[in-house]
């Protein structure tokens, strides 16, 4: 795995009115070294690209965010 990879984190989102349970999303996402961010319309989620097809396999619905990927 190159620098680069390590450094990127992917964002996805969950939308409140997914059904999806916030605690259960987060409790995987912080598993793999992943970061939060909590706003009153949806959850913002940060997790290392070669982690992310697990949370993607667990929660097809959540919605990717390349604009909010830290790089």
Same mark, same amino acid.
């Given at each position: 795995?190159?620098?680069?990879?390590? &450094?990127?984190?992917?964002?996805? &989102?969950?939308?409140? &009115?997914? !059904?999806?349970?916030?605690? /259960? *999303?987060?409790?995987? *996402?912080?598993?793999? !070294?992943?970061?939060?961010?909590?706003?009153?319309?949806?959850?913002?989620?940060?997790?290392?690209?070669?982690?992310? *097809?697990?949370?993607? /396999?667990?929660?097809?619905?959540?919605?990717?965010?390349?604009? !909010?990927?830290?790089?």
């Amino acid at each position: 795995m190159d620098d680069l990879t390590q &450094r990127t984190l992917w964002c996805y &989102r969950l939308d409140y &009115r997914s !059904g999806y349970d916030e605690e /259960l *999303v987060w409790a995987l *996402v912080q598993q793999y !070294g992943g970061h939060i961010s909590i706003t009153p319309a949806c959850i913002d989620f940060w997790l290392a690209p070669e982690w992310a *097809v697990i949370l993607v /396999l667990v929660f097809p619905d959540l919605a990717r965010r390349p604009e !909010g990927d830290y790089l």
